[in-house]
């Protein structure tokens, strides 16, 4: 995610919330935020930039790990996002911190350096990735969509839970090892579905979902122009958004990729466009959906990505 589409961070009230605590030498937390363990309590205290790393960091850790998701509401835009300047209270006793990286959660890497927490370990799934931009300078950065990355973020949080809790390293591989028999029956999934669909058009609003689509197989039609304005948050150019209007019509496309977080009055236009012309709709977000773990929400997808194609 690039320029002013980035997730926000507002670092004036970041430098207040850590002056106001080393003055006051306690913290007020908000609600929403879990308190910083004590060495009593023996947990790991991991900080995630979005709820699905988080999750991820709860299956493997189990109860040995207490985890801080700054961005977890499930209707919150997170192009639009700035943190709450509460957080840096807990990174000042973090010991984990997994963040997206690619420019995506850029807030992640400001509240850490403001935090001053030099102890911590980071996790950066794009670093882990190895994806680079493309040939047009740009990056998909939405890399929790690709199940190989995550499977790379997984032996990651493994090996660092490990090496702050020694004593807890079997009980991580062991949940570790859990979790990636998991993932490799979504990515059987993905296989399934290019098995039987390999080479179909698909267009998308964003470039959200565009691993997980093309590791099943699929072809982006989708006019560059428009998915990347939408990503940018900036208007569409006309031609951009008929274009992709025409593509909905054509024929050439049997589903549309709907991001629900970053609604507007161009990708309602086209969601129109799709409904009209009987294209499937297949509607993606960000962040984990309420009641749902990153495998569940996987695996929800895959399953309507196939009976869209169906």
Request: with cysteine.
């Amino acid at each position: 995610m690039r320029g002013s589409h980035g997730i926000g961070v507002a670092t004036v009230g970041v430098a207040a919330a850590l002056a106001l605590s080393a003055c006051s030498g306690s913290d007020a937390p908000s609600e929403s935020i879990v308190p910083a363990s004590s060495p009593a309590e023996q947990q790991v205290t991991v900080v995630a930039s979005t709820n699905v790393y988080g999750d991820i960091a709860k299956q493997i850790g189990g109860d040995k790990v207490r985890v801080i998701s700054i961005l977890s509401d499930p209707t919150q835009d997170p192009h639009s996002y700035e943190v709450n300047q509460t957080y840096p209270v807990e990174l000042l006793r973090a010991d984990i911190m997994i963040e997206n990286g690619g420019e995506y959660d850029d807030f992640a890497d400001a509240i850490l350096k403001a935090a001053g927490n030099e102890s911590i370990a980071v996790i950066n799934a794009v670093e882990l990735s190895g994806k680079r931009a493309a040939s047009d300078g740009e990056l998909n950065e939405h890399v929790w969509y690709d199940i190989r990355t995550v499977q790379k973020v997984a032996d990651a949080i493994a090996r660092d839970l490990s090496a702050v809790f020694a004593a807890n390293a079997a009980l991580f591989r062991v949940n570790a090892a859990v979790f990636q028999q998991k993932l490799a029956g979504l990515r059987a999934e993905e296989e399934k579905i290019k098995a039987a669909h390999d080479g179909v058009g698909v267009a998308l609003t964003e470039a959200v979902p565009l691993y997980l689509l093309e590791a099943s197989g699929l072809v982006n039609k989708t006019p560059r122009e428009f998915s990347e304005a939408i990503e940018e948050g900036i208007d569409v150019p006309a031609a951009a958004l008929n274009e992709t209007l025409a593509l909905l019509r054509s024929g050439d496309v049997k589903v549309l990729a709907y991001n629900e977080q970053t609604a507007g009055p161009e990708t309602e236009k086209v969601l129109a466009e799709a409904r009209a012309n009987k294209v499937a709709v297949l509607p993606v977000t960000e962040t984990l959906p309420e009641g749902q773990d990153y495998i569940s929400w996987m695996a929800s997808t895959l399953q309507a990505l196939s009976a869209a194609l169906d």
